[in-house]
């Protein structure tokens, strides 16, 4: 991202897509979270146009996944759309086909997608893009964290965006600094060194706290979480407004320090939820 390599993981959250056939030729979709079904008749539209598909399907779309956090929500649902059109159609695309696709209808909602959230989704386990290039990673199977919900972000993603774009212009070396900490973070989880991964989450945390994406409240949160032992950063873009940070990531919260965090959600009335990485990717691939 600007540059810097990028790291990703597919969690143990999901989005479902329960699809079946119709006999109207045309595609319903009901989505149980989010009102705006937009996105998805026009990933729905596009895949039909690509590949010359007449058939009608109902589909009606749930997610443990939060909206608008920093999670992929909207790569992820995506991704059911296409996915369920594939199985429906028996089509099988290749991983890169469907993952073009799938940034292609992201740009609907984001932009600008930089197609790093459809590749974890569609691949699992954990991703690293750079300069473009999606890269799977072998990753410790037995990595286990915390999702700490704080709220949804007043700022958007874009506003969030080209306020970090500033300041990377006028401070290059925090390209550096990104790229340092994403290395070392890629090799505390693919060997499974968890002091290593905890010390390298935190400084992540303080140069994201430096570029001025995090709330104080979250900030105040992180350093509580830090003390305990255990090491937090927010997951998604942030927000440079509010009291709200989107999605944070506790790791290390083992035995006694996972009551622990859970009552300091508890203190600044945040959610939670374990979670691990899902290796698997989408099925329905050549």
């Known amino acids: 991202v600007m540059g810097a ?46 590949y010359g598909t007449k058939k009608g399907a109902d589909m009606e779309i749930s997610s443990s996944v939060p909206t608008g956090s920093g999670m992929g929500s909207s790569a992820a649902a995506i ?27 992201e740009n609907i909602i984001h932009g600008t997608s930089s197609g790093l959230d459809p590749a974890t989704v569609i691949t699992g386990g954990l991703v690293k893009m750079i300069n473009r290039e999606f890269i799977p990673c072998p990753v410790f199977e037995n990595l286990d964290f915390m999702i700490i919900n704080t709220g949804r972000p007043e700022s958007t993603t874009g506003e969030t965006v080209a306020h970090t774009k500033e300041l990377f212009a006028e401070n290059p070396h925090l390209l550096d600094e990104f790229t340092r900490i994403s290395v070392s973070v890629e090799k505390a989880l693919c060997d499974g060194n968890r002091k290593l991964l905890l010390e390298s989450i935190t400084e992540n945390q303080m140069l994201l706290e430096k570029i001025g994406v995090v709330p104080e409240k979250t900030a105040a949160f992180a350093r509580k979480a830090e003390n305990l032992g255990t090491a937090f950063k927010i997951s998604g873009a942030g927000s440079i407004r509010g009291d709200n940070s989107g999605i944070g990531l506790v790791f290390g919260a083992d035995g006694d320090r996972a009551l622990q965090i859970e009552n300091l959600c508890r203190e600044y009335g945040y959610s939670l939820s374990p979670a691990g990485i899902h290796q698997g990717g989408i099925e329905c691939l050549l």
Do not use: D, H, W
């Open 5 to 50: 390599p990028a790291l990703a993981a597919a969690c143990t959250l999901y989005v479902e897509n329960r699809i079946r056939e119709n006999s109207s030729g045309e595609i319903l979709i009901i989505s149980r979270e989010n009102e705006n079904t937009t996105p998805l008749y026009r990933t729905a539209e596009r895949f039909t146009e690509k």
């Open 79 to 105: 991704t059911s759309v296409l996915t369920g059109l594939c199985v429906i159609n028996g089509i099988k695309l290749p991983a890169q086909e469907m993952i073009s696709m799938a940034r292609e209808c």
